[in-house]
């Protein structure tokens, strides 16, 4: 049981504040309402490349993250497809400088030149380290337009090429900021050593002025339902195949959610889950095989992943994935099991409790998608899920037609030798 | 609404006092230690089962690792699906972990579950058997996912260094396809009888435990468990450090190359150690680092770049890690080496020093989150034993050192010419 209040600010700043006295520490969470899947096609891995601009200075404060360092505190930031979330841990009694920093540059950025051209070699560089300068780091770059045709999910965070970004203009940045970043596209969590009274006076004090901004108000085309199989096959210089089957699903707050994720944990969680032990231990087919859901806000994708042996075709994998997800279609998942992956569940969600920082994220979230309580109920809704609706949902995901498979072909690279050389100092 | 001044920074304090829990400590007749960490509100519990690693030896490099990760694959009375079941059934989680010094067995559980959790522990540290085809199955797979990491140039660059610094011991291995297809199962079974051990473990407990838990946890690994008839020989050979300092792997299609640049270096025990951690700081150990600052929001070279101190039982090493624009590579070099040098001879601003120090405290602040994290600081001394005082000498050195002791130890300590420098990708 995660407690907090909440308020909102005149301006539209939602705010939730979680106290938890044991720790000496607080977390301040801003989730502004804007991923990737807010981006143009022309001008994709924007919403990430802002992420990075916001680390360049505000509009009065120079340097975010010098005087955050000085009391102690750090931080950080992630993109996703859905969101951008940003984070400050620092010691409570210095929990102002937080709001002082936060509130600035959700007022407005310095917007500087050197700030946009470094930013932008940095995420060229992210992008080849991630992405393009390891073993099946283009995966997602290949999958995701496989899987949409239409909605903007058919991109991945970091953007289609390296090209989009190199292109970022600081007119496109500035635009990007009065569209997305301002109080009503916001969510702030404080949690930690805090109490409600000094939070509200905070807020108001440092936010409170801040200009409500015009409301973002998203109409992203939705993806039609999938009714063709598809495949792309890559030859790449990687060691070993790798077979890749992604589904489309259903959205985050669609009412089956909640089996479909246990789906996934039946087929794939720890070492007791049907793929591992039967497609790694007693078959021997793979040497790993994994299968996750993307939890996306609109409709979002099952990916069943595996690295066949080396003595095993393509098609003899494809087909042993294929007779487990058969399996699930035709019979109910014994009680026994159903219960272990809803304890398993049960047990995360008291273990996510340990974290603050886990906390604030979830609370967020949640307040996102319509009610930060709703994360008291997850538990309930796990437990809740009987056989019978995995099952359907099962035969509902898992069709042919509704797949879209990109198989890695293995294009042996020469291991290389290390070798004594010249290297010049 | 009263106006404010954003351009001026709110006021702040320094941090006093950092406060840490300290263990209940009691010996079990059969000479295993327990150390107990009773806090919080979660019904839940971390116990970990630490055992020293046995004595490197080159002939059979992998033995500590392949019998800590075989752990769960199988004992006389449960087979690898079963033990699997029995965990994931009370929503436990089960982990193996092999490091450096010291294997260790973690098991996650709610309080309500322990008596159907621990006793699936204790079969695994009593009656792990290694079956031949789950040893094979762990061959070929481990071989298959070696191949993807040779693929990866910090992987690569990873090895080879501390092949470099380390040389022929535990912390210089870097596994070959070869060094996993001779596993033999014997060897496995014979190591694990010497190591697995209750003389040779640590128990640490962390979590709300009521005494009716601890109870059932020091019963069931007292009574049932005793030692074998050989005493685990927990020792380590001297470290000799590669001649050649200089490793270059050509990837012609790199896109980035990986640097590793550095140099064995003083461990926790030697009293300079918190000392050069401050000035590690200053240098790559955190964001707004000089590092950071130059090659990333500068130069805009990397995604990422950063140095460390490894403060190992037998050793340690300084090292910058990074990976940089294959274009970029020798300028990158260039850079770390004057950075390095202007350490050497100007002294550190007081301005850069006072955020360094605080933003230290605030980190070792922060890194005490929950419960778990306290037995964590506890492992960390007591594994190289040390006391409690190291955490208040630590607290004070930080806030004390100055500018002129850190070039000093700078000058004492950095010499480029004389680091390991391991390159993969384009130079």
């Not at chain 1, 308020?7 to 801003?30: C, K, Q, S, W, Y």
């Not at chain 1, 994709?44 to 993250?65: C, K, Q, R, W």
């Not at chain 1, 310095?110 to 390891?134: D, G, M, P, T």
């Amino acid at each position: 049981m995660v407690k907090f209040n909440r308020f909102t600010l005149d301006n539209g700043l939602r705010v939730i504040v979680h106290e938890d006295n044991t720790t000496p520490m607080a977390v301040l969470n801003i989730l502004y309402d804007v991923g990737a899947r807010d981006e143009d096609a022309d001008q994709t891995g924007f919403a990430h490349l802002f992420e990075h601009l916001m680390f360049g200075g505000s509009v009065n404060i120079p340097s975010y993250d010098e005087p955050l360092q000085r009391v102690g505190g750090e931080n950080n930031a992630f993109t996703s497809n859905d969101i951008t979330n940003y984070y400050i841990t620092l010691p409570s009694a210095n929990i102002e400088t937080a709001f002082w920093l936060e509130s600035d540059r959700m007022l407005s950025l310095a917007f500087s030149e050197k700030s946009l051209e470094v930013q932008r070699n940095v995420v060229i560089e992210e992008f080849k380290q991630r992405y393009l300068n390891q073993p099946y780091g283009d995966v997602w770059l290949k999958l995701r337009p496989l899987v949409y045709k239409k909605h903007s999910y058919r991109w991945a965070t970091i953007g289609k090429t390296i090209k989009h970004i190199e292109d970022a203009r600081i007119e496109d940045v500035k635009a990007f900021f009065k569209k997305h970043y301002n109080p009503q596209n916001a969510i702030m969590v404080v949690g930690g050593d805090v109490n409600l009274e000094q939070v509200k006076q905070l807020a108001e004090k440092w936010f409170g002025s801040i200009p409500a901004g015009e409301k973002y108000h998203r109409n992203l085309p939705q993806e039609p339902e999938q009714h063709e199989e598809r495949r792309e096959t890559v030859t790449a210089k990687v060691p070993l195949n790798d077979v890749y089957i992604a589904f489309q699903m259903g959205a985050r707050l669609d009412e089956d959610y909640y089996a479909v994720e246990l789906l996934s944990d039946v087929l794939s969680r720890g070492h007791s889950s049907r793929l591992y032990r039967s497609l790694v231990q007693d078959k021997q087919i793979f040497s790993e095989v994994h299968a996750y859901i993307t939890s996306s806000l609109d409709k979002g994708m099952f990916v069943l992943e595996g690295k066949p042996l080396e003595n095993v075709s393509i098609e003899q994998a494809e087909a042993a994935l294929w007779e487990e997800l058969e399996k699930v279609k035709s019979e109910e998942i014994p009680a026994d099991e159903l219960t272990k992956v809803q304890n398993k569940t049960e047990s995360t969600m008291v273990f996510s409790e340990m974290s603050l920082l886990d906390k604030a994220m979830n609370l967020a979230s949640f307040e996102l998608l319509g009610d930060a309580d709703m994360l008291n109920q997850e538990t309930e809704k796990y437990l809740a899920v009987t056989s019978g609706q995995i099952k359907e949902a099962a035969n509902k995901i898992f069709r042919k037609d509704n797949s879209s498979t990109l198989i890695y072909l293995a294009e042996k690279a020469p291991v290389a030798e290390t070798a004594f050389s010249e290297l010049e100092n | 609404m009263t106006n404010i001044d954003r351009t001026l920074a709110p006021d702040f304090k320094a941090i006093d006092n950092i406060t840490l829990l300290r263990p209940e400590r009691q010996k079990l007749h059969n000479g295993c230690n327990v150390f107990c960490f009773n806090s919080g509100d979660q019904e839940l519990v971390r116990i970990e089962w630490i055992f020293g690693n046995l004595r490197f030896k080159p002939a059979k490099p992998m033995l500590n690792m392949a019998v800590n990760t075989m752990l769960t694959e199988g004992t006389s009375t449960l087979n690898a699906a079963q033990i699997a079941d029995k965990i994931d059934f009370y929503g436990a989680f089960l982990q193996v972990e092999y490091g450096y010094e010291n294997s260790t067995v973690t098991l996650y559980s709610l309080n309500k579950h322990l008596h159907h959790t621990l006793p699936v522990i204790l079969d695994l540290l009593t009656n792990s058997t290694f079956p031949e085809k789950e040893l094979e199955t762990f061959k070929r797979n481990q071989q298959q996912k070696l191949q993807v990491s040779l693929q990866k140039n910090d992987f690569i660059a990873r090895r080879d260094f501390n092949k470099a610094v380390y040389g022929d011991t535990i912390y210089g291995l870097g596994a070959t396809l070869d060094n996993y297809k001779s596993l033999q199962r014997d060897d496995l079974v014979a190591h694990y009888k010497e190591m697995y051990q209750p003389a040779n473990c640590t128990i640490v407990i962390a979590g709300k435990i009521e005494p009716e838990a601890l109870a059932l946890i020091t019963d069931t690994f007292d009574k049932n468990w005793v030692n074998g008839p050989t005493a685990a020989d927990t020792t380590q050979p001297d470290i000799q450090p590669a001649t050649e300092l200089l490793y270059f792997t050509e990837k012609p299609d790199a896109l980035q190359s990986a640097i590793r640049i550095g140099t064995p270096i003083i461990n926790r025990n030697h009293p300079d150690f918190q000392q050069l951690q401050v000035l590690n700081t200053v240098f790559g150990g955190y964001f707004g680092s000089r590092l950071m600052a130059n090659i990333r929001e500068d130069k805009g070279y990397t995604y990422g770049i950063g140095s460390g101190l490894s403060s190992l039982k037998q050793g340690g090493a300084f090292f910058i890690a990074t990976e940089v624009g294959a274009d970029v590579c020798k300028a990158a070099v260039t850079e770390i080496e004057k950075e390095l040098n202007l350490l050497k001879t100007e002294l550190i601003p007081n301005e850069e020093l006072a955020l360094v120090r605080n933003y230290m405290l605030g980190s070792l602040l922060g890194s005490l989150e929950n419960v778990f994290s306290h037995a964590d600081k506890f492992k960390s001394i007591y594994f190289a034993g040390l006391d409690y005082d190291y955490y208040d000498r630590y607290a004070a050195t930080v806030k004390s050192v100055d500018s002129a002791k850190l070039l000093e130890l700078a000058n004492k300590y950095f010499h480029f010419a004389q680091f390991y420098k391991v390159i993969v990708g384009k130079y």
